[in-house]
């Protein structure tokens, strides 16, 4: 069951990795549309990795063991508000990043020769970037609460 | 390098992505909230969809799905429209991050208290 908490956290690491990336590389005086366009599926990808192999351990381990350990060890709230708040602003990340990714493959460098548009896409990347940021952050808080 | 030309398909599609995301987005924050105050809600998540988190992403990725579809097959769209479609995402997934984190916030530190 650890490896799928192992590979959530790589992932979602690597998610957020690549779609820091795009946004540096979308600020770029000359961006580079073949190489953003493989960042995003990357990010893509690892995205939706993360959020099976969080269902999997979450359904599978998290919820019937490590759970009742955080809620009746000395920080409840570990669970109560970090795990309960990431496990749901998680469920955001899938739906961006589907969204972002289609803007890079469909749009083309039209995303930085439109008005408006660029500034708006490198605005979302920032939005899955703080997010997936947020969650690694909220998952070390509920880990640690376990020890 | 060569431009390339806006097209139809391209910004239906991209629209429809930023509307399912939007839409989606949405029905995750109600979902959860609602099912939090609700426990025959919890229960019908766990139930029918073997989990509630489970359900509530099953459900959310259903919305993007399903309300991307309709506006795809919709009349075609402007560049404004599409503008506008991002920019509704942007302030809809940033506003439902920071109610959601507010939300448990209150639920566990205030109310409880």
Known sequence: MTIWLILHVLAGLAGTLWYGASWLGLERKDPLLGRLKKYTLFGLLAMLVSWITAALYYTGYYGGTVRRVIIDGPYPWAHEFFMEAKEHVFLFLPLLSLAVTLMFWMLGDRLWTQPGLQSLTAKLLGVIVTIGSLMAIMGVVASGAVR | MKKSQPTTTSTNIVYAGLIGATVGVMVVVI??????????????????????????????????????????????????SMLRAARTLYWTSAAGGIFLVAYFFYEVFIRAS
Do not use: C, M, Q, Y
Request: charged share 15%.
């Open chain 2, 31 to 80: 979902l959860t909230v609602w099912a939090d105050l609700n426990r025959g809600v919890w229960e019908w998540l766990r139930d029918t969809l073997t989990h509630h988190w489970v359900g509530k992403g099953i459900i959310g990725a259903a919305a993007f799905i399903i309300s991307g579809a309709f506006v795809a097959g919709g009349p075609p769209k402007s560049e404004a």
